[in-house]
């Protein structure tokens, strides 16, 4: 009996360290192809050291066999992915560093080179790099630091970014009523720009307002007329469904009433306010303008191997032009329409890639959709534009595989959501075939790698063994 007790307990004890010892190897695993930080990219939130397994709920098994399967569904080089930095330079930078893609050299803005992996790889920065934020000009330098560095950077459209852009767009055109009313259309997320430009460029200067008209003719140039409301709904009808037309007309009513109000409380006339937007479509839209990389750099989508970046995501429409002409036909689509028609991209299908959080009143995604995807090789969709609180998060929709990736970095976001901290984080795509998650707002690095989860799971007993067993 004695024999027996003892011999259970080397058992357990065996079967514990056994336990620990395999344990080790799946942190070992998923740990390989995390960042390597330096001694001098110390954060004021922790930068992760340990990995988790993290697996996609409701992923159907054949998209995590696809994945594990098959190289070419993996990017040639690492992705970096950071999206939404609205702003707030320092998260940004803080981000950059998360990803490995880039070491401080120093500690104020600016102060950062590109690792061995951040030369080799991509960087993707997924949308809406302004508003919100206490530093747009300090993040689009940021950005320019990044490129300038020598590092391969893909600039993705987001939401934010287009509607500046179409404001500016539209003090460089004939007034029409397709474009007229889109200044006024950015609201009081623009103001803090305007303010930044102002106190910039035009605050010191004595002859900051020389040319500029009256408070009186710079509201008519800056806000639509009055006969805009019942000259848009015609003009919109081939872009936009009766619905989203009201629903543009409402919102418009709101913004004209207290555009002028939001303006005069950040201590702005709208004569300043003018000269703010002239300056500002000089610094973006002007040839030799300091930002008019920007724009030139945006694109619409970005692949690579079965992964496919957008800001927000897909429809169906999009998913046909990228199923025809690819997503290099579809980023030309893009280049053509902010030249021909910004209204039509503006309000069309187009721009469902900006805006989309698969409501019903956004362009639908099918399964037929997502099949035509799926035959073009491309399996998963890295988008920001919602934004989270508990790090990146895996989603499927309609039998497409999406990887959230807007963790909440801008300042003023995460007090409005209770967020502790300055926000910070990556999504990292690895060749090897790991997806890679850093957060702020998640304790530890989460690894998605299908290859090892498939390998790990129990296999289902074939008929022949279960009727040897019975």
């Not at 993040?139 to 939401?159: E, F, H």
């Not at 009313?181 to 307002?209: C, N, S, T, W």
């Not at 703010?276 to 750099?297: D, T």
């Not at 609180?389 to 595989?401: A, K």
Request: net charge positive; aromatic share 6%.
């Amino acid at each position: 009996m004695a024999k027996g007790k003892a011999s259970r307990k080397v058992d357990r004890k065996a079967e514990k360290k056994a336990g620990k010892k395999a344990a080790a190897a799946v942190e070992r695993r998923l740990s390989r192809h995390l960042p390597r930080y330096r001694s001098g990219d110390d954060l004021s939130h922790p930068l992760p050291a340990r990995a988790e397994a993290w697996t996609p709920d409701g992923a159907p098994a054949r998209l995590q066999q696809t994945l594990a399967g098959n190289a070419a569904s993996w990017p040639k080089r690492r992705v970096f992915f950071i999206s939404d930095p609205h702003a707030d330079a320092e998260a940004f930078e803080a981000s950059l560093v998360a990803s490995g893609g880039v070491s401080k050299t120093g500690s104020g803005l600016g102060d950062f080179t590109l690792t061995g992996p951040g030369r080799k790889g991509r960087f993707i920065i997924g949308g809406d790099c302004l508003d919100k934020g206490p530093s747009n000009l300090a993040m689009l330098r940021s950005l320019q630091q990044l490129i300038d560095s020598g590092a391969r950077v893909t600039l993705l459209a987001g939401n934010h970014d287009m509607r500046l852009l179409m404001g500016l767009m539209a003090l460089e055109r004939l007034r029409s009523p397709r474009t007229e009313h889109l200044f006024v259309r950015m609201g009081h997320k623009v103001i803090p720009l305007l303010q930044e430009v102002h106190a910039e460029y035009l605050d010191d200067r004595a002859d900051a307002l020389s040319g500029i008209p009256s408070n009186k003719v710079c509201r008519r140039r800056l806000f639509p007329r009055d006969s805009w409301f019942e000259t848009f709904p015609a003009q919109a009808e081939s872009v936009m469904p009766e619905g989203a037309i009201d629903k543009e007309l409402a919102r418009l009513r709101k913004k004209v009433g207290h555009f002028e109000a939001a303006c005069s409380r950040a201590g702005l006339s709208l004569r300043q306010v003018y000269a703010a937007a002239l300056k500002l479509r000089e610094l973006f839209l002007h040839p030799k303008g300091e930002f008019a990389w920007f724009f030139q750099r945006m694109c619409l989508a970005h692949r690579e191997g079965a992964f496919l970046f957008v800001h927000a995501g897909l429809d169906d429409r999009v998913a046909g032009i990228i199923a025809t002409e690819g997503v290099a036909g579809l980023n030309r689509r893009f280049d053509r329409a902010l030249v021909e028609d910004p209204c039509g991209f503006y309000y069309g299908a187009l721009a469902n890639t900006l805006r989309t959080k698969y409501r019903r009143v956004d362009f639908p995604l099918t399964e037929p959709g997502v099949a035509s995807l799926h035959k073009q090789g491309l399996h998963v969709v890295v988008h920001g534009h919602i934004n989270l609180t508990r790090g990146q998060q895996w989603r499927v929709r309609s039998g497409m595989l999406h990887l959230d990736g807007d963790i909440t970095l801008d300042r003023h976001s995460r007090r409005k959501e209770g967020l502790s901290g300055p926000g910070m984080g990556a999504t990292l795509i690895h060749p090897a075939g790991q997806v890679i998650a850093i957060s702020s707002d998640y304790p530890h690095a989460r690894v998605f790698d299908p290859a090892h989860e498939l390998a790990a799971a129990p296999r289902a007993s074939s008929p022949k063994s279960k009727a040897a067993s019975s």
